[in-house]
């Protein structure tokens, strides 16, 4: 049996089992093995790592683990079948601390499908812990659908899954149903009334179809609970399992009424929630707790202005202890003057109050027609608020091309309030138009990506065009939408000139040269 104390709470991942359960989060037998690298490293207690009897493949993946793992005890499932459980001890048994984990259905619904009465059920499980005890001195047993089995009945099978050798029950509530206080009572009464349960550590799993699996696994643990089952990101069957991130930073933050510890190093949680995402091929939705890219994002002028006073405001816990650098301050339209302020600061531009005032107003503007602002945009902001802002602009464009000869074309632009004419040749329409640009602004920079796209469908729809421009180490990228592909792409690449422009004027020497995104709606 695993060892834990009164305080103490055991973390049970089951991203590798349970959590590839999730159709298309299928995972390759490296990612398998790196992910378990990953949760041994971070402190997790115990790694399902799969069902070895379910392939070829998971059987290798669990004995690679098994053979791998430095700290973790590594753990496969079995249903109740001698086979089953053979199978999985022949795929664990090389790790430091190996477990079985053996499970059948118990609730009415789940006892119809093998058809079995009641006793019939209640010998294989004796049979079948028995026979998982006598491979192994580490045996978990789950009666699944227990939230749904009628009380009697589970007390009975419990007790016999203890006399038979179970050094863990756990407790899984398998469609989601239950609700925080069903779930803190079941497991009272079940380690009050159960002959044996004070020999036992007993577990909670509990799947998310409601959106409370974090929170009946929390009452689970105030109730008596050990162990709580779970999955990085909360990955799973359906609409998941309870999350890693979200149990471990609610017993941290809430220490004060859960007194209970972990082995996990949180500062690992960031970094493994990415990569879980990345090998599963499930994003994480920007507002979940603890991982999400919102979670430390804040984009309200109140909030905004809050956290640059003292964080503690509206963050209960730092970002650095989930391994995030810091608190990010997003600009959008509900951002204030000191988060504009701020940002200007970071970039290296300092304003009066006055010249502050006139670039909020603008920002506001920009704001209510883009999701977010970037850096690049706040420094275009500023630039037009001094003297040689916007030094480019298209005046006139006129191209012709077809199969007769090279294309043409005619730009005027205003570069400084003057006006200029140039015409060029080019390798098609696009070409001989950056070419005139160029003409008329000689310029270093490489042209690092065009790219088209239609916003709608018809040969009428609007063309936008991203254009990114590298000089010097510095990168500018511009994007504009028209219904002439050509106007739409000169506009672009004047945009991302300009910006360079700008980006020269406002970067000293030896400063970062970010790459400049944007954005429009």
Not at 210 to 231: D, F, K, P, Y
Not at 445 to 451: N, P
Request: negative net charge; aromatic residues 4%.
């Amino acid at each position: 049996m695993t060892n834990t104390t009164q305080d103490h709470v055991l973390i049970f991942d089951t991203t590798l089992r349970d959590g590839e359960q999730s159709p298309g989060a299928t995972m390759t037998h490296d990612e398998k093995l790196e992910i378990a690298e990953l949760l041994d490293d971070m402190g997790v207690d115990i790694i399902e790592a799969g069902f070895p009897i379910a392939s070829e493949g998971d059987f290798r993946a669990v004995k690679e683990i098994a053979e791998r793992s430095k700290n973790s005890v590594i753990c496969g499932l079995a249903r109740a079948q001698l086979p089953d459980i053979d199978r999985c001890f022949e795929a664990v048994k090389h790790a430091a601390r190996p477990r079985i984990h053996t499970f059948i259905g118990t609730s009415p619904l789940h006892r119809a499908i093998p058809n079995l009465t009641m006793d019939e059920m209640a010998e294989r499980i004796e049979q079948t812990v028995t026979h998982a005890r006598n491979l192994t001195d580490n045996v978990q047993w789950s009666p699944m659908d227990a939230t749904r089995t009628e009380w009697d009945y589970l007390c009975r099978v419990i007790e016999i899954a203890i006399k038979a050798g179970a050094t863990t029950i756990n407790i899984p509530d398998t469609v989601g149903y239950t609700a925080p206080r069903e779930s803190a009572d079941l497991i009272r009464r079940l380690i009050e009334t159960v002959p044996g349960a004070d020999e036992v550590v007993f577990a909670t799993h509990c799947h998310n179809d409601l959106g409370m699996a974090t929170a009946n696994s929390l009452a689970a643990v105030e109730a008596g609970a050990r162990q709580i089952e779970c999955t990085i990101n909360g990955l799973g069957e359906r609409a998941g399992n309870t999350a890693l991130e979200e149990v471990v930073m609610a017993l941290r933050v809430r220490n004060d009424i859960m007194p209970f510890q972990t082995h996990i190093d949180t500062k690992k949680i960031m970094h493994i929630s990415r990569r879980v995402a990345t090998v599963s091929g499930f994003q994480v939705q920007p507002n979940k707790a603890i991982v999400g890219k919102n979670a430390f994002a804040h984009e309200s002028g109140i909030h905004q202005d809050g956290m640059l006073k003292n964080a503690e405001t509206f963050e209960i816990m730092r970002p650095e202890d989930v391994g995030l650098a810091g608190t990010s301050l997003p600009l959008g339209k509900h951002s204030g003057r000191a988060a504009l302020r701020a940002k200007l600061k970071e970039l290296g531009t300092d304003v009066g109050d006055n010249q502050l005032k006139d670039i909020f107003v603008r920002f506001k503007d920009l704001a209510d027609r883009k999701k977010e602002v970037f850096d690049d945009d706040i420094l275009a902001l500023v630039s037009a608020t001094t003297e040689g802002a916007d030094a480019i602009q298209l005046v006139n464009l006129s191209v012709t091309c077809g199969t007769g000869g090279p294309a043409k074309a005619e730009i005027e632009l205003e570069i400084d309030g003057k006006d200029l004419t140039a015409t060029c040749e080019g390798d098609g329409p696009v070409d001989a138009s950056f070419k005139a640009v160029r003409e008329l602004h000689p310029n270093k920079a490489r042209l690092q990506l065009y790219q088209v796209s239609a916003v709608t469908a018809g040969t009428d729809a609007q063309a936008t065009v991203s254009v990114r421009l590298e000089e010097d180490g510095m990168i500018a990228t511009g994007q504009s939408a028209d219904t002439d592909t050509v106007v739409a792409s000169v506009l672009a690449y004047i945009q991302a000139l300009n910006r360079l422009i700008v980006r020269r004027s406002k970067v000293g020497p030896g400063a970062d040269k970010r790459e400049i995104s944007y954005k429009e709606m």
